[in-house]
Every structure is written in structure tokens, then in C-alpha cells.
């Protein structure tokens, strides 16, 4: 027993059973969606094969990603401007956006996507008011295709993306900025040379973050996609509750994670990951 | 009274759901909690009751109330059992995840008559208990091993009046006639109806669709791409009539006439080729209540239930006794009343049992 | 190493700042002269990091103008102003190596990359720091960070070089050191620097003049042996050094401790007060003697111990006598 504790932490031992718990309940449906995956229909990698054989998968695949990398794009861009305008005005205009950001974490995504339809939808308020007054002759395609999507999605992520993005800007020494001011730098180079790489972070996590949600999106996609957005999410779901091909829903779920394992794996050659999960910059 | 009532179904869902792993534990307590009933009651009361009621796995929304008048009174009346409620929806696959977990709770499922043909064979489904269950009361071939038909559903559709005035769509060849008819169309996203339309569209007699030649069924579907949407809800389909985004769409039937209403009859239901599918009640294998579900299957055959289900949903009756007394009210809506049962084709729950899966599969990748 | 600086004389003309209705500096007028090192000195809320403030262009003026040799400079942008400027806390770019920190000022004005290489090198051996030029500021000692924000301050030969409390951040021994170099530094480039301190003995050893300021306003102006000869009042005798106040013919008069003089036996025909020794502190080169004086006020004494060789002792009756010149009498206040 010394010989153990000479090793081991006590600490773990208290933790020790919550572990086993985490690891059952966490890594079991993992190692289960990786075993269905070369094991239903048949034994082997033949559902694996499929992303080779089949066009329609790799384009339901590059759709996603395409969609995912434009909504963490935007999400990330115009979460940057609401984070950098929250950080350096007033403390009650703080207090309105970031209430404002709240209550649109609240409402269901439902609602959200739904009042996009009433606002951009083809007999929507935008199009109707543009109609009336005679600016155009025919409606805007808004919603119903990628379009559509891309605009719910990102509607949807920006307060993710703001999140971290706050948390970085706000530990942020504003006396590096004078220095930087005072020693003759305008105000664009001090953003590019000085404020955007020390919130580099918080623009890390909040793109794996916003990325990683929209690799999971299903509703938004399906109702303002008009049916012609596939994504992998909705694909899985599908194959799991419709065709009851699940071991394709488990290779595309496997192929998923690995995917943002991979991504992590990338990221962690550049950066210390704990720095953008919020540990300590040194 | 009510409010008590209320917090005992709630309760009684929450120890379903508590037992089933859904709930953890504190919710469920604070629930018990709140409305001052000791936990040992509320389970311990649950599973008394459990051989007292049959279990209906329906889509929530108004079946649950239409169910109850229609069938679960009647049942009741005759058995002194009651009837409960899980409004998830009883989408195959999770039937199967239900069945292979071993904690059935559901004891019938409104489902489709291809989920009999699907499921059956690979042992997810008890056999229908034909010495309690008529064959006789449902269209003949739609009295299934694992699975009868309670009623039927039409894949029709609607058109906007205002767009084609004079010279209205008669038929699915219209539905897919873009130049003749210009403007945006909508169908069922899973599939189902948007083939056979399809393939009608392009020249197939009615009774002599299947085998479906999919390559020319989606040949046609992606003729139409650029024009078309595509719902995956009975409401989406609904919203996209009546928020005027389409001026043909693809509907269940017995949503017609609520969007004839709801546009004030600016959108017509046409029910010329719609394409009937036997919706069916199957039985989990395994089912909590046992045998006792096929008298509550039974009681849902007879006329009065087929009526009243008609009445209240819009579904249409699948037991030829109850074609002949269809109100006139109902005449256009139902497809098997007599305006028009001689209009409409029949699914093939054999071959969509059997091809179901790769068809959607097929034709989503078609779509996207 | 001296810059061939033309520039580097500041007017501060009748300068207030408002805070709302709080005016935290209140009418200053002040001449800084080229080359000289300034230090404005003064407790905390004195107004001294404001008027730096304001002179750096951080902090807009209210009232009254600054000028850079009689040019105002009251509407240029603070990054406009060329001024150096070492940082509480020194504010170095975390991300960047020492080089960088220090090349940023010639690289933001697109110097030549040469150009920017050479200068760094000669500011790296100016700070002595030559074998830490790769390295980022977290990987230096607080001593050799405090060399880095000077040399980037530095780098692009400013006129005026301002410092906010540069040496607040390190230890006591550490910081002696650091002044000697700062002082050789500021010898050798001629640079005009003002620096801000609430600690009076940085003040007293690096600086040409004091500004000695209290609650927005100037207290007195001087070099430091004018100000520890020369207070004007109270508050500027009691600040700077230790003082004791002496009530004469109603007047008040400052005596610092090492200008008394003490002796034991009682009744000295030059003897100014007599008292008794309370308490004896020995602090190696001197020793400190605390006397209740007669008339009832307490007198600190400095003595150097080996022209006292006489042991004093706890209620030993003294005499305390001091030449005229000792005694400066203060304005009220």
C-alpha cells in the first residue's frame, strides 16, 4: 500500500469511483457506436467501404463540413465584433448585449428557425415589404436552401462563439494596447500586431466550439434546408430511426469523432490546448 | 380535481420515465417533492396498475385525445381496462432499440403496415392474435402476420386556386408538369408516396407500380429539383401550403381539409391517384400487457371506432363496413368514401417492408 | 550613446483634469527642461499618474495646455507623440521575443529590417540583455523585464521618456541596483525623463528635480537638496525625509532629526529644550534617540554613534541644541 501511494495520488482514490462511472457511462456508448460500426450488418469494414463506393455519402460529408466551416466562419467573425463591442463599452450596454445574448440562448432552436421562415420566407415579412415596395419583382430565395441554413446556423452559434471570446478579451492587460499606442502604432496595427494575437485563444476555442455544435446540427438544417440540405446528422438519424441501417449511422457517427479528434490532435501541435480551454498561459 | 389529476400523470410518466432510465433520480424526487406523494406510492401504484391498461405509442399532438374517444372508451367499456399514452412516436428504429433493450413499455404501436413486413421477420413484433382480430374488418392484404390495418392515409395534394383558375391540376402528371403549371411544388421528404406519384406522373398505371423502378421514379423526382421542396412533418407540410410557399403540395389527406380552411379555400385538396397507405397497430414483442392489446386492436376495427377516428383525426376508414356510412361531409376528404375509391391506388407494404430502407436512402441522396 | 536629441522640453500650462465634478489634477503649471530627470512625487490620489497621463496622451486635458518645446501638443494623438513611456507593470507584449518588444517601435514606423537589427542590438547591450533576445517575457526575472520595457521605450530615440512607477513591482535590494542603471542609462542618452514615484528615497537619489504634489496640486519644486534643505511646509518636510515641527513665537519650523545635536548634561547655556530620553534605537551608523521635551512635544534624534561615544539611557535628562540655520520655518499648510 505505501508502495502505491508513493506512486499514485491519494487524491485519485476519492475521485477513483466517479472515474469508473464517467468511463461506463461515457466511453461504453462510445466503444458501442465504434463496435456497431464494424460489426452490423456484417463483421468488418464494409460499412467503412461504403464512403468509398458511395458519391451520395461523400457529398453528404463535404456538405457538412462546407456548411460547418462558412457558419464557424461568420459565427467566429461577427461573434468577435459583439465580444470586442461587449468588452469596451459602457458597463450597462455590457449588461443589455449580454442579456440580449441570454435570452437568445433560451429560445428553443425551434422558434429561432421557425421565425426566420416568417421573417425571410418567400411570403415573409422582408420579401413582402420589398415586393410592396416595388424593389423587387420576385421574392428572394432567403430560406428553403444552403442559404437558409447557413443563416440559421450562424444565428444560432453566435452566442457560442461570443462566450469565449468575451472570457479571452476580458483577461486581456489593456495597458499592453497604450504600449503599443504610445509607441507610435495606429489603432489597425495595434488590432493586427498586438490585440488579435493575444485573444488568439479564445479565437481557437470558440471555433472548435462553434464547429464541433454545428457538426451535430439536425433541426436547423432539415427545416430551412427545404429537404435539400443533407447533413450527416439528420443522415444518422435517419439510418438509425428510418432505415434501421445503424451500422452506417455508426460509421459516419465513428467517422465524426474521429474527425474532431483529428482536428484537436492539429490544434495541439500549434497551441497548448489548456490555454484555450481556459488553463493557465503558462 | 384536475390539477390532481394532472400531477398523477405526470408523476406516473416520471416513474416511467425514472424507471427507464430517463429521468435521474433527484428530478424524479423533487417532483415527488412537490406534489407531497412518497415515492414507494407513486412506483408501487404504477406497476399495480400496469396489467390494468394497454399502452398506446402514438405521435401525441390530437391522436391522444381522438384515440382515447374513439377506441379507448369503447375498450374500456367492454374490458374495464384503461388506456395510456407514450406520444413519441413509434419510428421503426425505435421500435427495434425498444424490443432489443428488453424494457418494452409500449404494448401498440400506430405505425405502418411496412413496419409489420420489416420488423416481423426479425422477431420485434408478436403475431396478430387473428381469433381475436378480424381479417375481414380491414382491405383484404392489408391483415398482416405482425400487423393489421386500423385505417388509411392518402398521399394526395393540394394546389392554389388562385394560380390555376380555370384550368385546375387533375393529376399527379400535372403535380410534375412545371411548364403547364409553373411554380414551386413540395413532397414527402422519407419517400413514401413521392415515388409511386412519381412514377404515375410518368405514365405507370396505378395497380401496376410495384416493383418500383426507382431509377425512373427518382429520374422524375430530380426532373423537378429545382422546383420542389421537400417535408419531413405532417405541420411542415401544412406551413408550407398555407405560408404560400408552394403552389402545389404533396399532403396526407386528412390535413386537406384543415388547409382548405386555413387558406381560406384558396388551396384545393385533389384526391384523384392518391396513393392509400395502410396505417396499421402492431404489438412489440413482449408487450406489457399481453394478449389483452388484441381486444383493444379489435375494438378499433369495428364501425363506430372507424368513424369516430375519421371525425376526429381525418384518417379513413380501412373497414369496408364503414365505407358505406361516411358522411357527406366527409365524402371528399376520406379517400374510401365512395367519391373516391375509385380513384385511388394501394401501397405495397411488402415491397416497402422489404425495400423501405434503401428506397429513402436513395431518394434522399436523390434530393440533396 | 547620448541621442542628438534637439527636442525634449515640455510646458505644462495651468493643465487641470475632471473626473465629473472631481478634479484630479487642479490647475498645474509646470516647465520641464530638456534633458533633465523629473520626478513627480507624491502619495497615492496626489494626481501624478494623471498628469503623466495626460502628458503620454493617454487621458485627454480639461483645461489649459502641454506643449513639446512651445508647440502644443494638447490635440496630438497619444501614438502622434513619440513619447517613450516604461509601464506599470511594463505592459511588454507578451507574445513576442525581447527583440520584437523592442524593434516594435521601428517596425510599426516600417523602418528597414537592418536598420531595426542594429538598433536592437545596441539597445539589447545598452540594457545589458544581449543573451535574452530570443526569449519572451515570461521567461525573464521581473529585473530584466523592467530592462526590456525600457529599451522598446527607448528604442526609437524619444525626447521625453516617461516612466510610471517602473520599479514598484521589484524587491527592495533589486530595486537599488536598478536605479544606478536607470540613472547611468538616463546619463547617457540624454533623453528628457519624468518619472513617477510615491517612494521619496527613488526620488531623492535619481532625480534633477522633485515635483512634490498633493490632492491634484504642486506642493513645491526643487532639487532634491532645495526640497530636504528647503520645505516650504509641513506637508513637504514630513514626505520627504523625516522632519520634526518645532512651535516658536507662533511660528512652525522644520528640524530633521540629524541636525540635532544632544547632550546629556542638563542646563547647556546654548540648550534650545531640554527633556528625557524615552527610547534608544541602534541602527548601526547611527542611533535613534526619542526625547520628550520639556514643553511637551516629542523630538526624534539622529546621532551618529562614533562622535556619541557617551551611552544615552532611558530617562536620561538631555539638552537639545541646533545652529539657526537647522530650523526652516514653513508656510502654513
Request: glycine share 8%.
Amino acid at each position: 500500500m505505501p508502495a502505491l501511494t508513493r506512486h499514485i495520488h491519494p487524491g485519485w482514490l476519492i475521485i477513483a469511483p466517479l472515474l469508473v462511472l464517467v468511463m461506463a457511462l461515457y466511453l461504453g456508448p462510445i466503444l458501442n457506436i465504434l463496435w456497431l460500426s464494424v460489426t452490423d450488418p456484417e463483421p468488418g469494414f464494409g460499412n467503412y467501404a461504403k464512403l468509398g463506393e458511395s458519391d451520395a455519402l461523400i457529398r453528404i460529408v463535404w456538405t457538412t463540413v462546407r456548411i460547418c466551416i462558412i457558419t464557424t466562419l461568420f459565427s467566429v467573425t461577427l461573434g468577435y465584433s459583439i465580444a470586442y463591442a461587449m468588452v469596451h463599452c459602457h458597463q450597462r450596454q455590457k449588461n443589455y448585449m449580454l442579456t440580449l445574448l441570454l435570452v437568445s440562448f433560451w429560445i428553443s432552436i425551434l422558434v429561432r428557425t421557425f421565425s426566420w421562415l416568417m421573417l425571410l420566407g418567400r411570403k415573409g415579412l422582408v420579401n413582402v415589404t420589398l415586393e410592396d415596395i416595388g424593389l423587387i419583382a420576385e421574392p428572394i430565395a432567403f430560406m428553403r436552401n444552403e442559404l437558409g441554413v447557413l443563416i440559421g446556423m450562424i444565428h444560432y452559434m453566435i452566442p457560442y462563439a461570443v462566450l469565449p471570446l468575451l472570457v479571452s478579451m476580458q483577461s486581456l492587460d489593456m495597458r499592453v494596447m497604450d504600449a503599443s499606442r504610445n509607441l507610435g502604432a495606429s489603432g489597425s496595427q495595434t488590432f493586427w500586431r498586438i490585440y488579435l494575437p493575444l485573444t488568439t485563444p479564445g479565437i481557437v476555442a470558440s471555433t472548435l466550439l462553434v464547429f464541433i455544435l454545428s457538426l451535430g446540427f439536425y433541426v436547423t438544417p432539415a427545416v430551412l434546408g427545404g429537404g435539400k440540405v443533407l447533413m450527416v446528422a439528420e443522415y444518422i438519424s435517419v439510418q438509425l430511426l428510418v432505415t434501421l441501417k445503424w451500422g452506417t449511422a455508426a460509421m459516419l457517427a465513428a467517422i465524426m469523432l474521429m474527425g474532431v479528434l483529428a482536428m484537436l490532435w492539429v490544434m495541439s501541435r500549434f497551441m497548448k490546448l489548456s490555454t484555450v480551454f481556459g488553463g493557465a498561459a503558462r | 380535481m384536475h390539477d390532481k389529476q394532472f400531477m398523477k400523470e405526470t408523476l406516473q410518466d416520471s416513474a416511467h420515465a425514472y424507471k427507464e432510465g430517463r429521468m435521474d433520480r433527484r428530478t424524479f424526487l423533487a417532483l415527488c417533492g412537490a406534489s407531497g406523494v412518497a415515492l414507494n406510492a407513486v412506483l408501487a401504484g404504477d406497476a399495480e396498475a400496469a396489467a390494468d391498461h394497454v399502452v398506446m405509442w402514438n405521435w401525441g399532438g390530437q391522436s391522444e385525445e381522438c384515440h382515447g374517444s374513439a377506441i379507448g372508451d369503447a375498450f374500456t367499456a367492454s374490458t374495464g381496462k384503461g388506456l395510456k399514452f407514450d406520444t413519441s412516436g413509434p419510428l421503426e428504429g425505435k421500435i427495434k432499440e425498444m424490443v432489443d433493450s428488453g424494457n418494452v413499455t409500449a404494448d401498440v404501436a400506430d405505425a405502418d403496415l411496412f413496419n409489420a413486413v420489416s420488423l416481423g421477420p426479425t422477431g420485434h413484433l408478436e403475431p396478430i392474435d387473428y381469433s381475436v382480430v378480424s381479417k375481414d374488418k380491414t382491405l383484404p392484404g392489408y391483415a398482416l402476420e405482425h400487423g393489421v390495418s386500423v385505417i388509411l392515409y392518402g398521399y394526395a395534394f393540394v394546389y392554389d386556386t388562385e394560380a390555376y383558375g380555370d384550368n385546375p391540376p387533375q393529376n399527379w402528371a400535372d403535380f410534375f408538369d412545371t411548364a403547364k403549371f409553373p411554380g414551386m411544388r413540395s413532397l414527402y421528404k422519407w419517400a413514401n408516396g413521392s415515388l409511386e406519384a412519381a412514377l404515375m406522373a410518368d405514365g405507370v398505371a396505378g395497380d401496376a407500380l410495384y416493383p418500383l423502378d426507382m431509377d425512373r421514379a427518382l429520374a422524375k423526382i430530380t426532373s423537378i429539383k429545382d422546383n420542389s421542396l421537400y417535408w419531413g412533418s405532417g405541420s411542415e407540410a401544412h406551413s408550407m401550403v398555407v405560408n404560400g410557399e408552394v403552389s402545389m403540395g404533396m399532403v396526407w389527406q386528412n390535413r386537406g381539409r384543415n388547409i382548405e380552411n386555413d387558406t381560406d379555400g384558396r388551396y384545393k385538396l385533389v384526391n384523384n391517384q392518391a396513393l392509400a397507405m395502410p396505417g396499421a397497430y402492431i404489438v412489440p414483442k413482449g408487450n406489457p400487457a399481453g394478449a389483452a392489446v388484441m381486444q383493444f386492436i379489435a375494438t378499433a376495427q369495428e364501425v363506430p371506432a372507424q368513424l369516430a377516428l375519421l371525425d376526429c383525426l381525418g384518417m379513413t376508414p380501412s373497414n369496408p363496413a364503414a365505407f358505406g356510412q361516411i358522411p357527406d361531409d366527409q365524402q371528399d376528404y376520406a379517400i374510401t368514401s365512395a367519391k373516391n375509391i375509385d380513384k385511388i391506388v394501394y401501397n405495397d407494404p411488402d415491397w416497402w417492408g422489404k425495400n423501405g430502407g434503401d428506397a429513402v436512402n436513395a431518394f434522399l441522396e436523390a434530393i440533396s | 550613446m547620448a541621442e542628438p536629441n534637439q527636442t525634449g522640453s515640455l510646458q505644462v500650462r495651468n493643465v487641470s483634469k475632471l473626473f465629473g465634478t472631481f478634479k484630479a489634477v487642479n490647475d498645474i503649471s509646470l516647465d520641464i527642461r530638456k534633458g533633465e530627470f523629473l520626478t513627480l512625487l507624491g502619495p497615492s490620489g496626489s494626481g501624478k499618474t494623471t498628469l503623466l497621463m495626460m502628458i503620454a496622451g493617454f487621458l485627454d486635458i480639461s483645461e489649459g495646455d502641454i506643449a513639446l518645446d512651445e508647440a502644443s501638443i494638447a490635440n496630438v494623438p497619444a501614438e502622434k507623440r513619440n513619447f517613450g513611456m516604461v509601464f506599470q507593470g511594463y505592459a511588454l507584449f507578451p507574445h513576442m521575443t525581447v527583440r520584437d518588444n523592442i524593434g516594435y517601435a521601428l517596425s510599426v514606423r516600417k523602418r528597414p529590417a537592418a536598420e531595426i537589427t542594429a538598433r536592437v542590438d545596441e539597445m539589447l547591450e545598452l540594457v545589458q540583455l544581449q543573451e535574452f533576445a530570443d526569449r519572451k517575457p515570461a521567461q525573464l526575472s521581473g529585473g530584466q523585464q523592467q530592462r526590456v520595457a525600457l529599451a522598446r521605450a527607448l528604442c526609437f530615440a524619444p525626447p521625453v521618456l516617461l516612466l510610471d512607477e517602473p520599479l514598484g513591482a521589484l524587491d527592495k535590494k533589486l530595486r537599488v541596483e536598478v536605479q544606478e542603471q536607470l540613472k547611468d542609462i538616463h546619463r547617457r542618452v540624454g533623453t528628457t525623463f519624468i518619472y513617477v514615484t510615491h517612494d521619496q528615497e527613488e526620488a531623492l537619489s535619481m532625480s534633477d528635480r522633485i515635483v512634490i504634489m498633493r490632492d491634484g496640486a504642486i506642493e513645491q519644486v526643487g532639487t532634491p537638496k532645495e526640497l530636504y534643505e528647503r520645505p516650504i511646509n509641513q506637508f513637504t518636510a514630513g514626505f520627504l525625509g523625516k522632519s520634526n515641527f518645532i512651535q516658536h513665537n507662533g511660528k512652525t519650523f522644520a528640524l530633521r532629526p540629524e541636525k540635532i545635536d544632544l547632550r546629556a548634561s542638563a542646563s547647556h547655556p546654548d540648550a534650545r529644550l531640554s527633556g528625557t530620553v524615552r527610547s534608544v534605537t541602534y541602527f548601526g551608523s547611527m542611533q535613534r534617540v526619542i526625547v520628550d521635551a520639556s514643553d511637551g512635544t516629542e523630538i526624534e534624534v539622529d546621532i551618529d554613534v562614533w562622535r556619541n561615544s557617551e551611552t544615552l539611557r532611558e530617562g536620561d535628562a538631555v539638552d537639545l541644541l541646533w545652529t539657526d540655520d537647522a530650523a526652516v520655518e514653513l508656510q502654513m499648510g
